[in-house]
């Protein structure tokens, strides 16, 4: 059977968005810019495993031939040895504890809670030293339990499924826990709910360490945009990737793209990236030509602007979402700006919709 024509028109479009975005990754010269290492937790959930490395692999060669060039990942543990995963499928251990230092970040995807403690003492051992050496430690679905066990969560934050909020609260009950999140960064820990989060990690890594034209391939070769509502493929074609050359900055517009619904404040941005304020301040100015907070309200306007007239979500849930506290103040801000009501802007396309 031969397949319909807006099938094929797509296939070839999907390649060509591809090689353009290969293409962008040639000019940024070569070497590896991201090693992971892996520390597989006993019963740990497959997906999370194949989410991370899939990403990683999307970004590190061209096409879908999976070198590892830009990036490269490794399992660490014990000597000839192999983690049974959640599912019963075992994946080996690919280096006996190599020095933690070669690593960018080191992860660890833990697994089903009453097995928590059925590991090698080593595992604990490697985990501490790797923090002392200052690499940053990134725990996946309830990798945050391990970290949290191995004492590595003083005076941090963790994000965890809302499944596993009342275990958290239960078994450190002297540690912050989020829950309804995707990830979150706290300077040198991070954790991520695992499932499909993983992947929005994952970009946002990959983007930090490798550049805007690896992370957009990893979205468009891993997701599929819903129908209706907002998702992160849309959040994407709304505000781009930014390619900047100072860390900080980067880290820094990672830090708002994920917090557009909440802001941040700019002393806790500052502080998550680490810098101060001043130096934060400065870094935008050069590379921004604006402040933090003038960039950071311009791309909540430009999501807002990007909603308006590719959805046909409320203006009032529109303002929410863009860290808003009230549609009034979103629509004197957004006429401010853009010299339109979000209404007639809307109307402009032909669209409903004028609450203001």
């Known amino acids: 059977m031969r397949a319909p024509k807006n099938a094929v ?45 899939d990403a990683l692999r999307h970004a590190a060669d061209r096409g879908d031939q999976s070198r590892q060039l830009r990036c490269v990942w490794t399992t660490i543990g014990a000597q000839n040895g192999a983690v049974e995963s959640s599912c019963g499928v075992a994946v ?70 809302s499944f596993h909020y009342e275990d958290y609260r239960r078994m450190f009950a002297h540690l912050r826990v989020v829950t309804h999140a995707d990830y979150l960064i706290d300077g ?22 490798c550049g805007p034209d690896r992370a957009a391939k990893v979205i468009h070769q891993m997701t599929v945009s819903r ?7 849309e959040r994407r074609r709304a505000l781009g990737y930014f390619s900047v050359e100072d860390a900080a900055v980067r880290h820094a517009v990672l830090l708002m793209e994920e917090n557009i619904e909440a802001p941040l404040n700019i002393a806790v941005i500052a502080k998550m990236t680490g810098t101060s304020v001043r130096q934060l301040e400065r870094a935008f100015m050069a590379e921004m030509k604006a402040s933090p907070n003038e960039f950071y309200r311009w791309m ?26 009230d549609s009034a103040h979103f629509i004197r801000v957004f006429r401010q700006a853009c010299g339109v009501t979000p209404g007639k802007l809307r109307a402009s396309r032909g669209g409903g919709d004028q609450e203001e």
């Open 188 to 209: 040198d820990r991070i954790t991520c709910a695992g499932g499909i989060s993983v992947i929005e990690l994952a970009a946002r890594l990959i983007n930090l360490h």
């Open 9 to 53: 028109s797509e296939a070839v479009q999907a390649h060509a968005l591809v090689g353009r975005l290969d293409d962008l990754s040639q000019t940024r010269g070569v070497g590896v810019d991201l090693n992971v290492g892996i520390l597989l937790w006993p019963r740990f959930p497959l997906l999370s495993l194949g989410g991370l490395c």
């Open 92 to 161: 080996p251990v690919q280096s006996a504890f190599p020095p933690a230092g070669q690593f960018d970040y080191i992860v660890v995807i833990g697994g089903l809670l009453p097995h928590l403690d059925q590991v090698d003492p080593r595992y604990w051992t490697y985990l501490r030293e790797a923090a002392d050496a200052k690499v940053p430690l990134i725990g996946i679905c309830t990798g945050s339990f391990v970290l949290a066990r191995a004492g590595l969560m003083q005076d941090r934050v963790a994000c965890v499924h």
């Open 227 to 233: 129908q209706g509502g907002s998702s992160f493929v």
């Open 300 to 325: 909540r306007l430009r999501y807002a602007r990007w909603m308006l007239l590719n959805t046909s979500r409320k203006i009032t849930d529109i303002a929410y979402e863009c860290g808003f506290s």
